[in-house]
């Protein structure tokens, strides 16, 4: 089953095959890992490989997704899926020079907020 993922920061393909890997975007240098089978498992996989600590996964990917299009966190994390025949995986871009640990707070606040 081939997939295929995108940076939903500046459009560049980032992977495409039967597995994909956490990386760094050849276009614009963001950070990607996850491929969780739901927001929340993918923000525990990337949280996992960036080292992130004491934040909620659920809370994060809660956060994420409540961010309006408007705010400026998403210039700095963003959640994604792949694309591929049948089930999908979710996936988290942090923009190059930010620090996961960072940028997945603001999101738990975010969550916290609403």
């Known amino acids: 089953m081939a997939a295929r993922l995108d940076c939903p920061l500046c459009g560049v393909t980032v992977a ?61 994390v963003v959640p994604i899926s792949d694309r591929r025949d049948g089930f999908y995986r979710w996936w988290l871009f942090v923009a190059r020079d930010e620090s996961p640990q960072e940028v997945l707070t603001l999101a738990t606040e975010h969550a916290a907020a609403r």
């Open 16 to 76: 495409e095959g039967e597995a994909i890997a956490p990386g760094i975007c050849p276009g614009c240098g963001a950070a990607y890992a996850g491929g969780g089978d739901d927001p929340p498992r993918g923000t525990a996989m990337a949280m996992e490989h960036w080292g992130v600590t004491g934040l909620e996964p659920r809370t994060v990917a809660d956060g994420l997704f409540r961010m309006p299009p408007e705010d400026p966190l998403n210039l700095r």
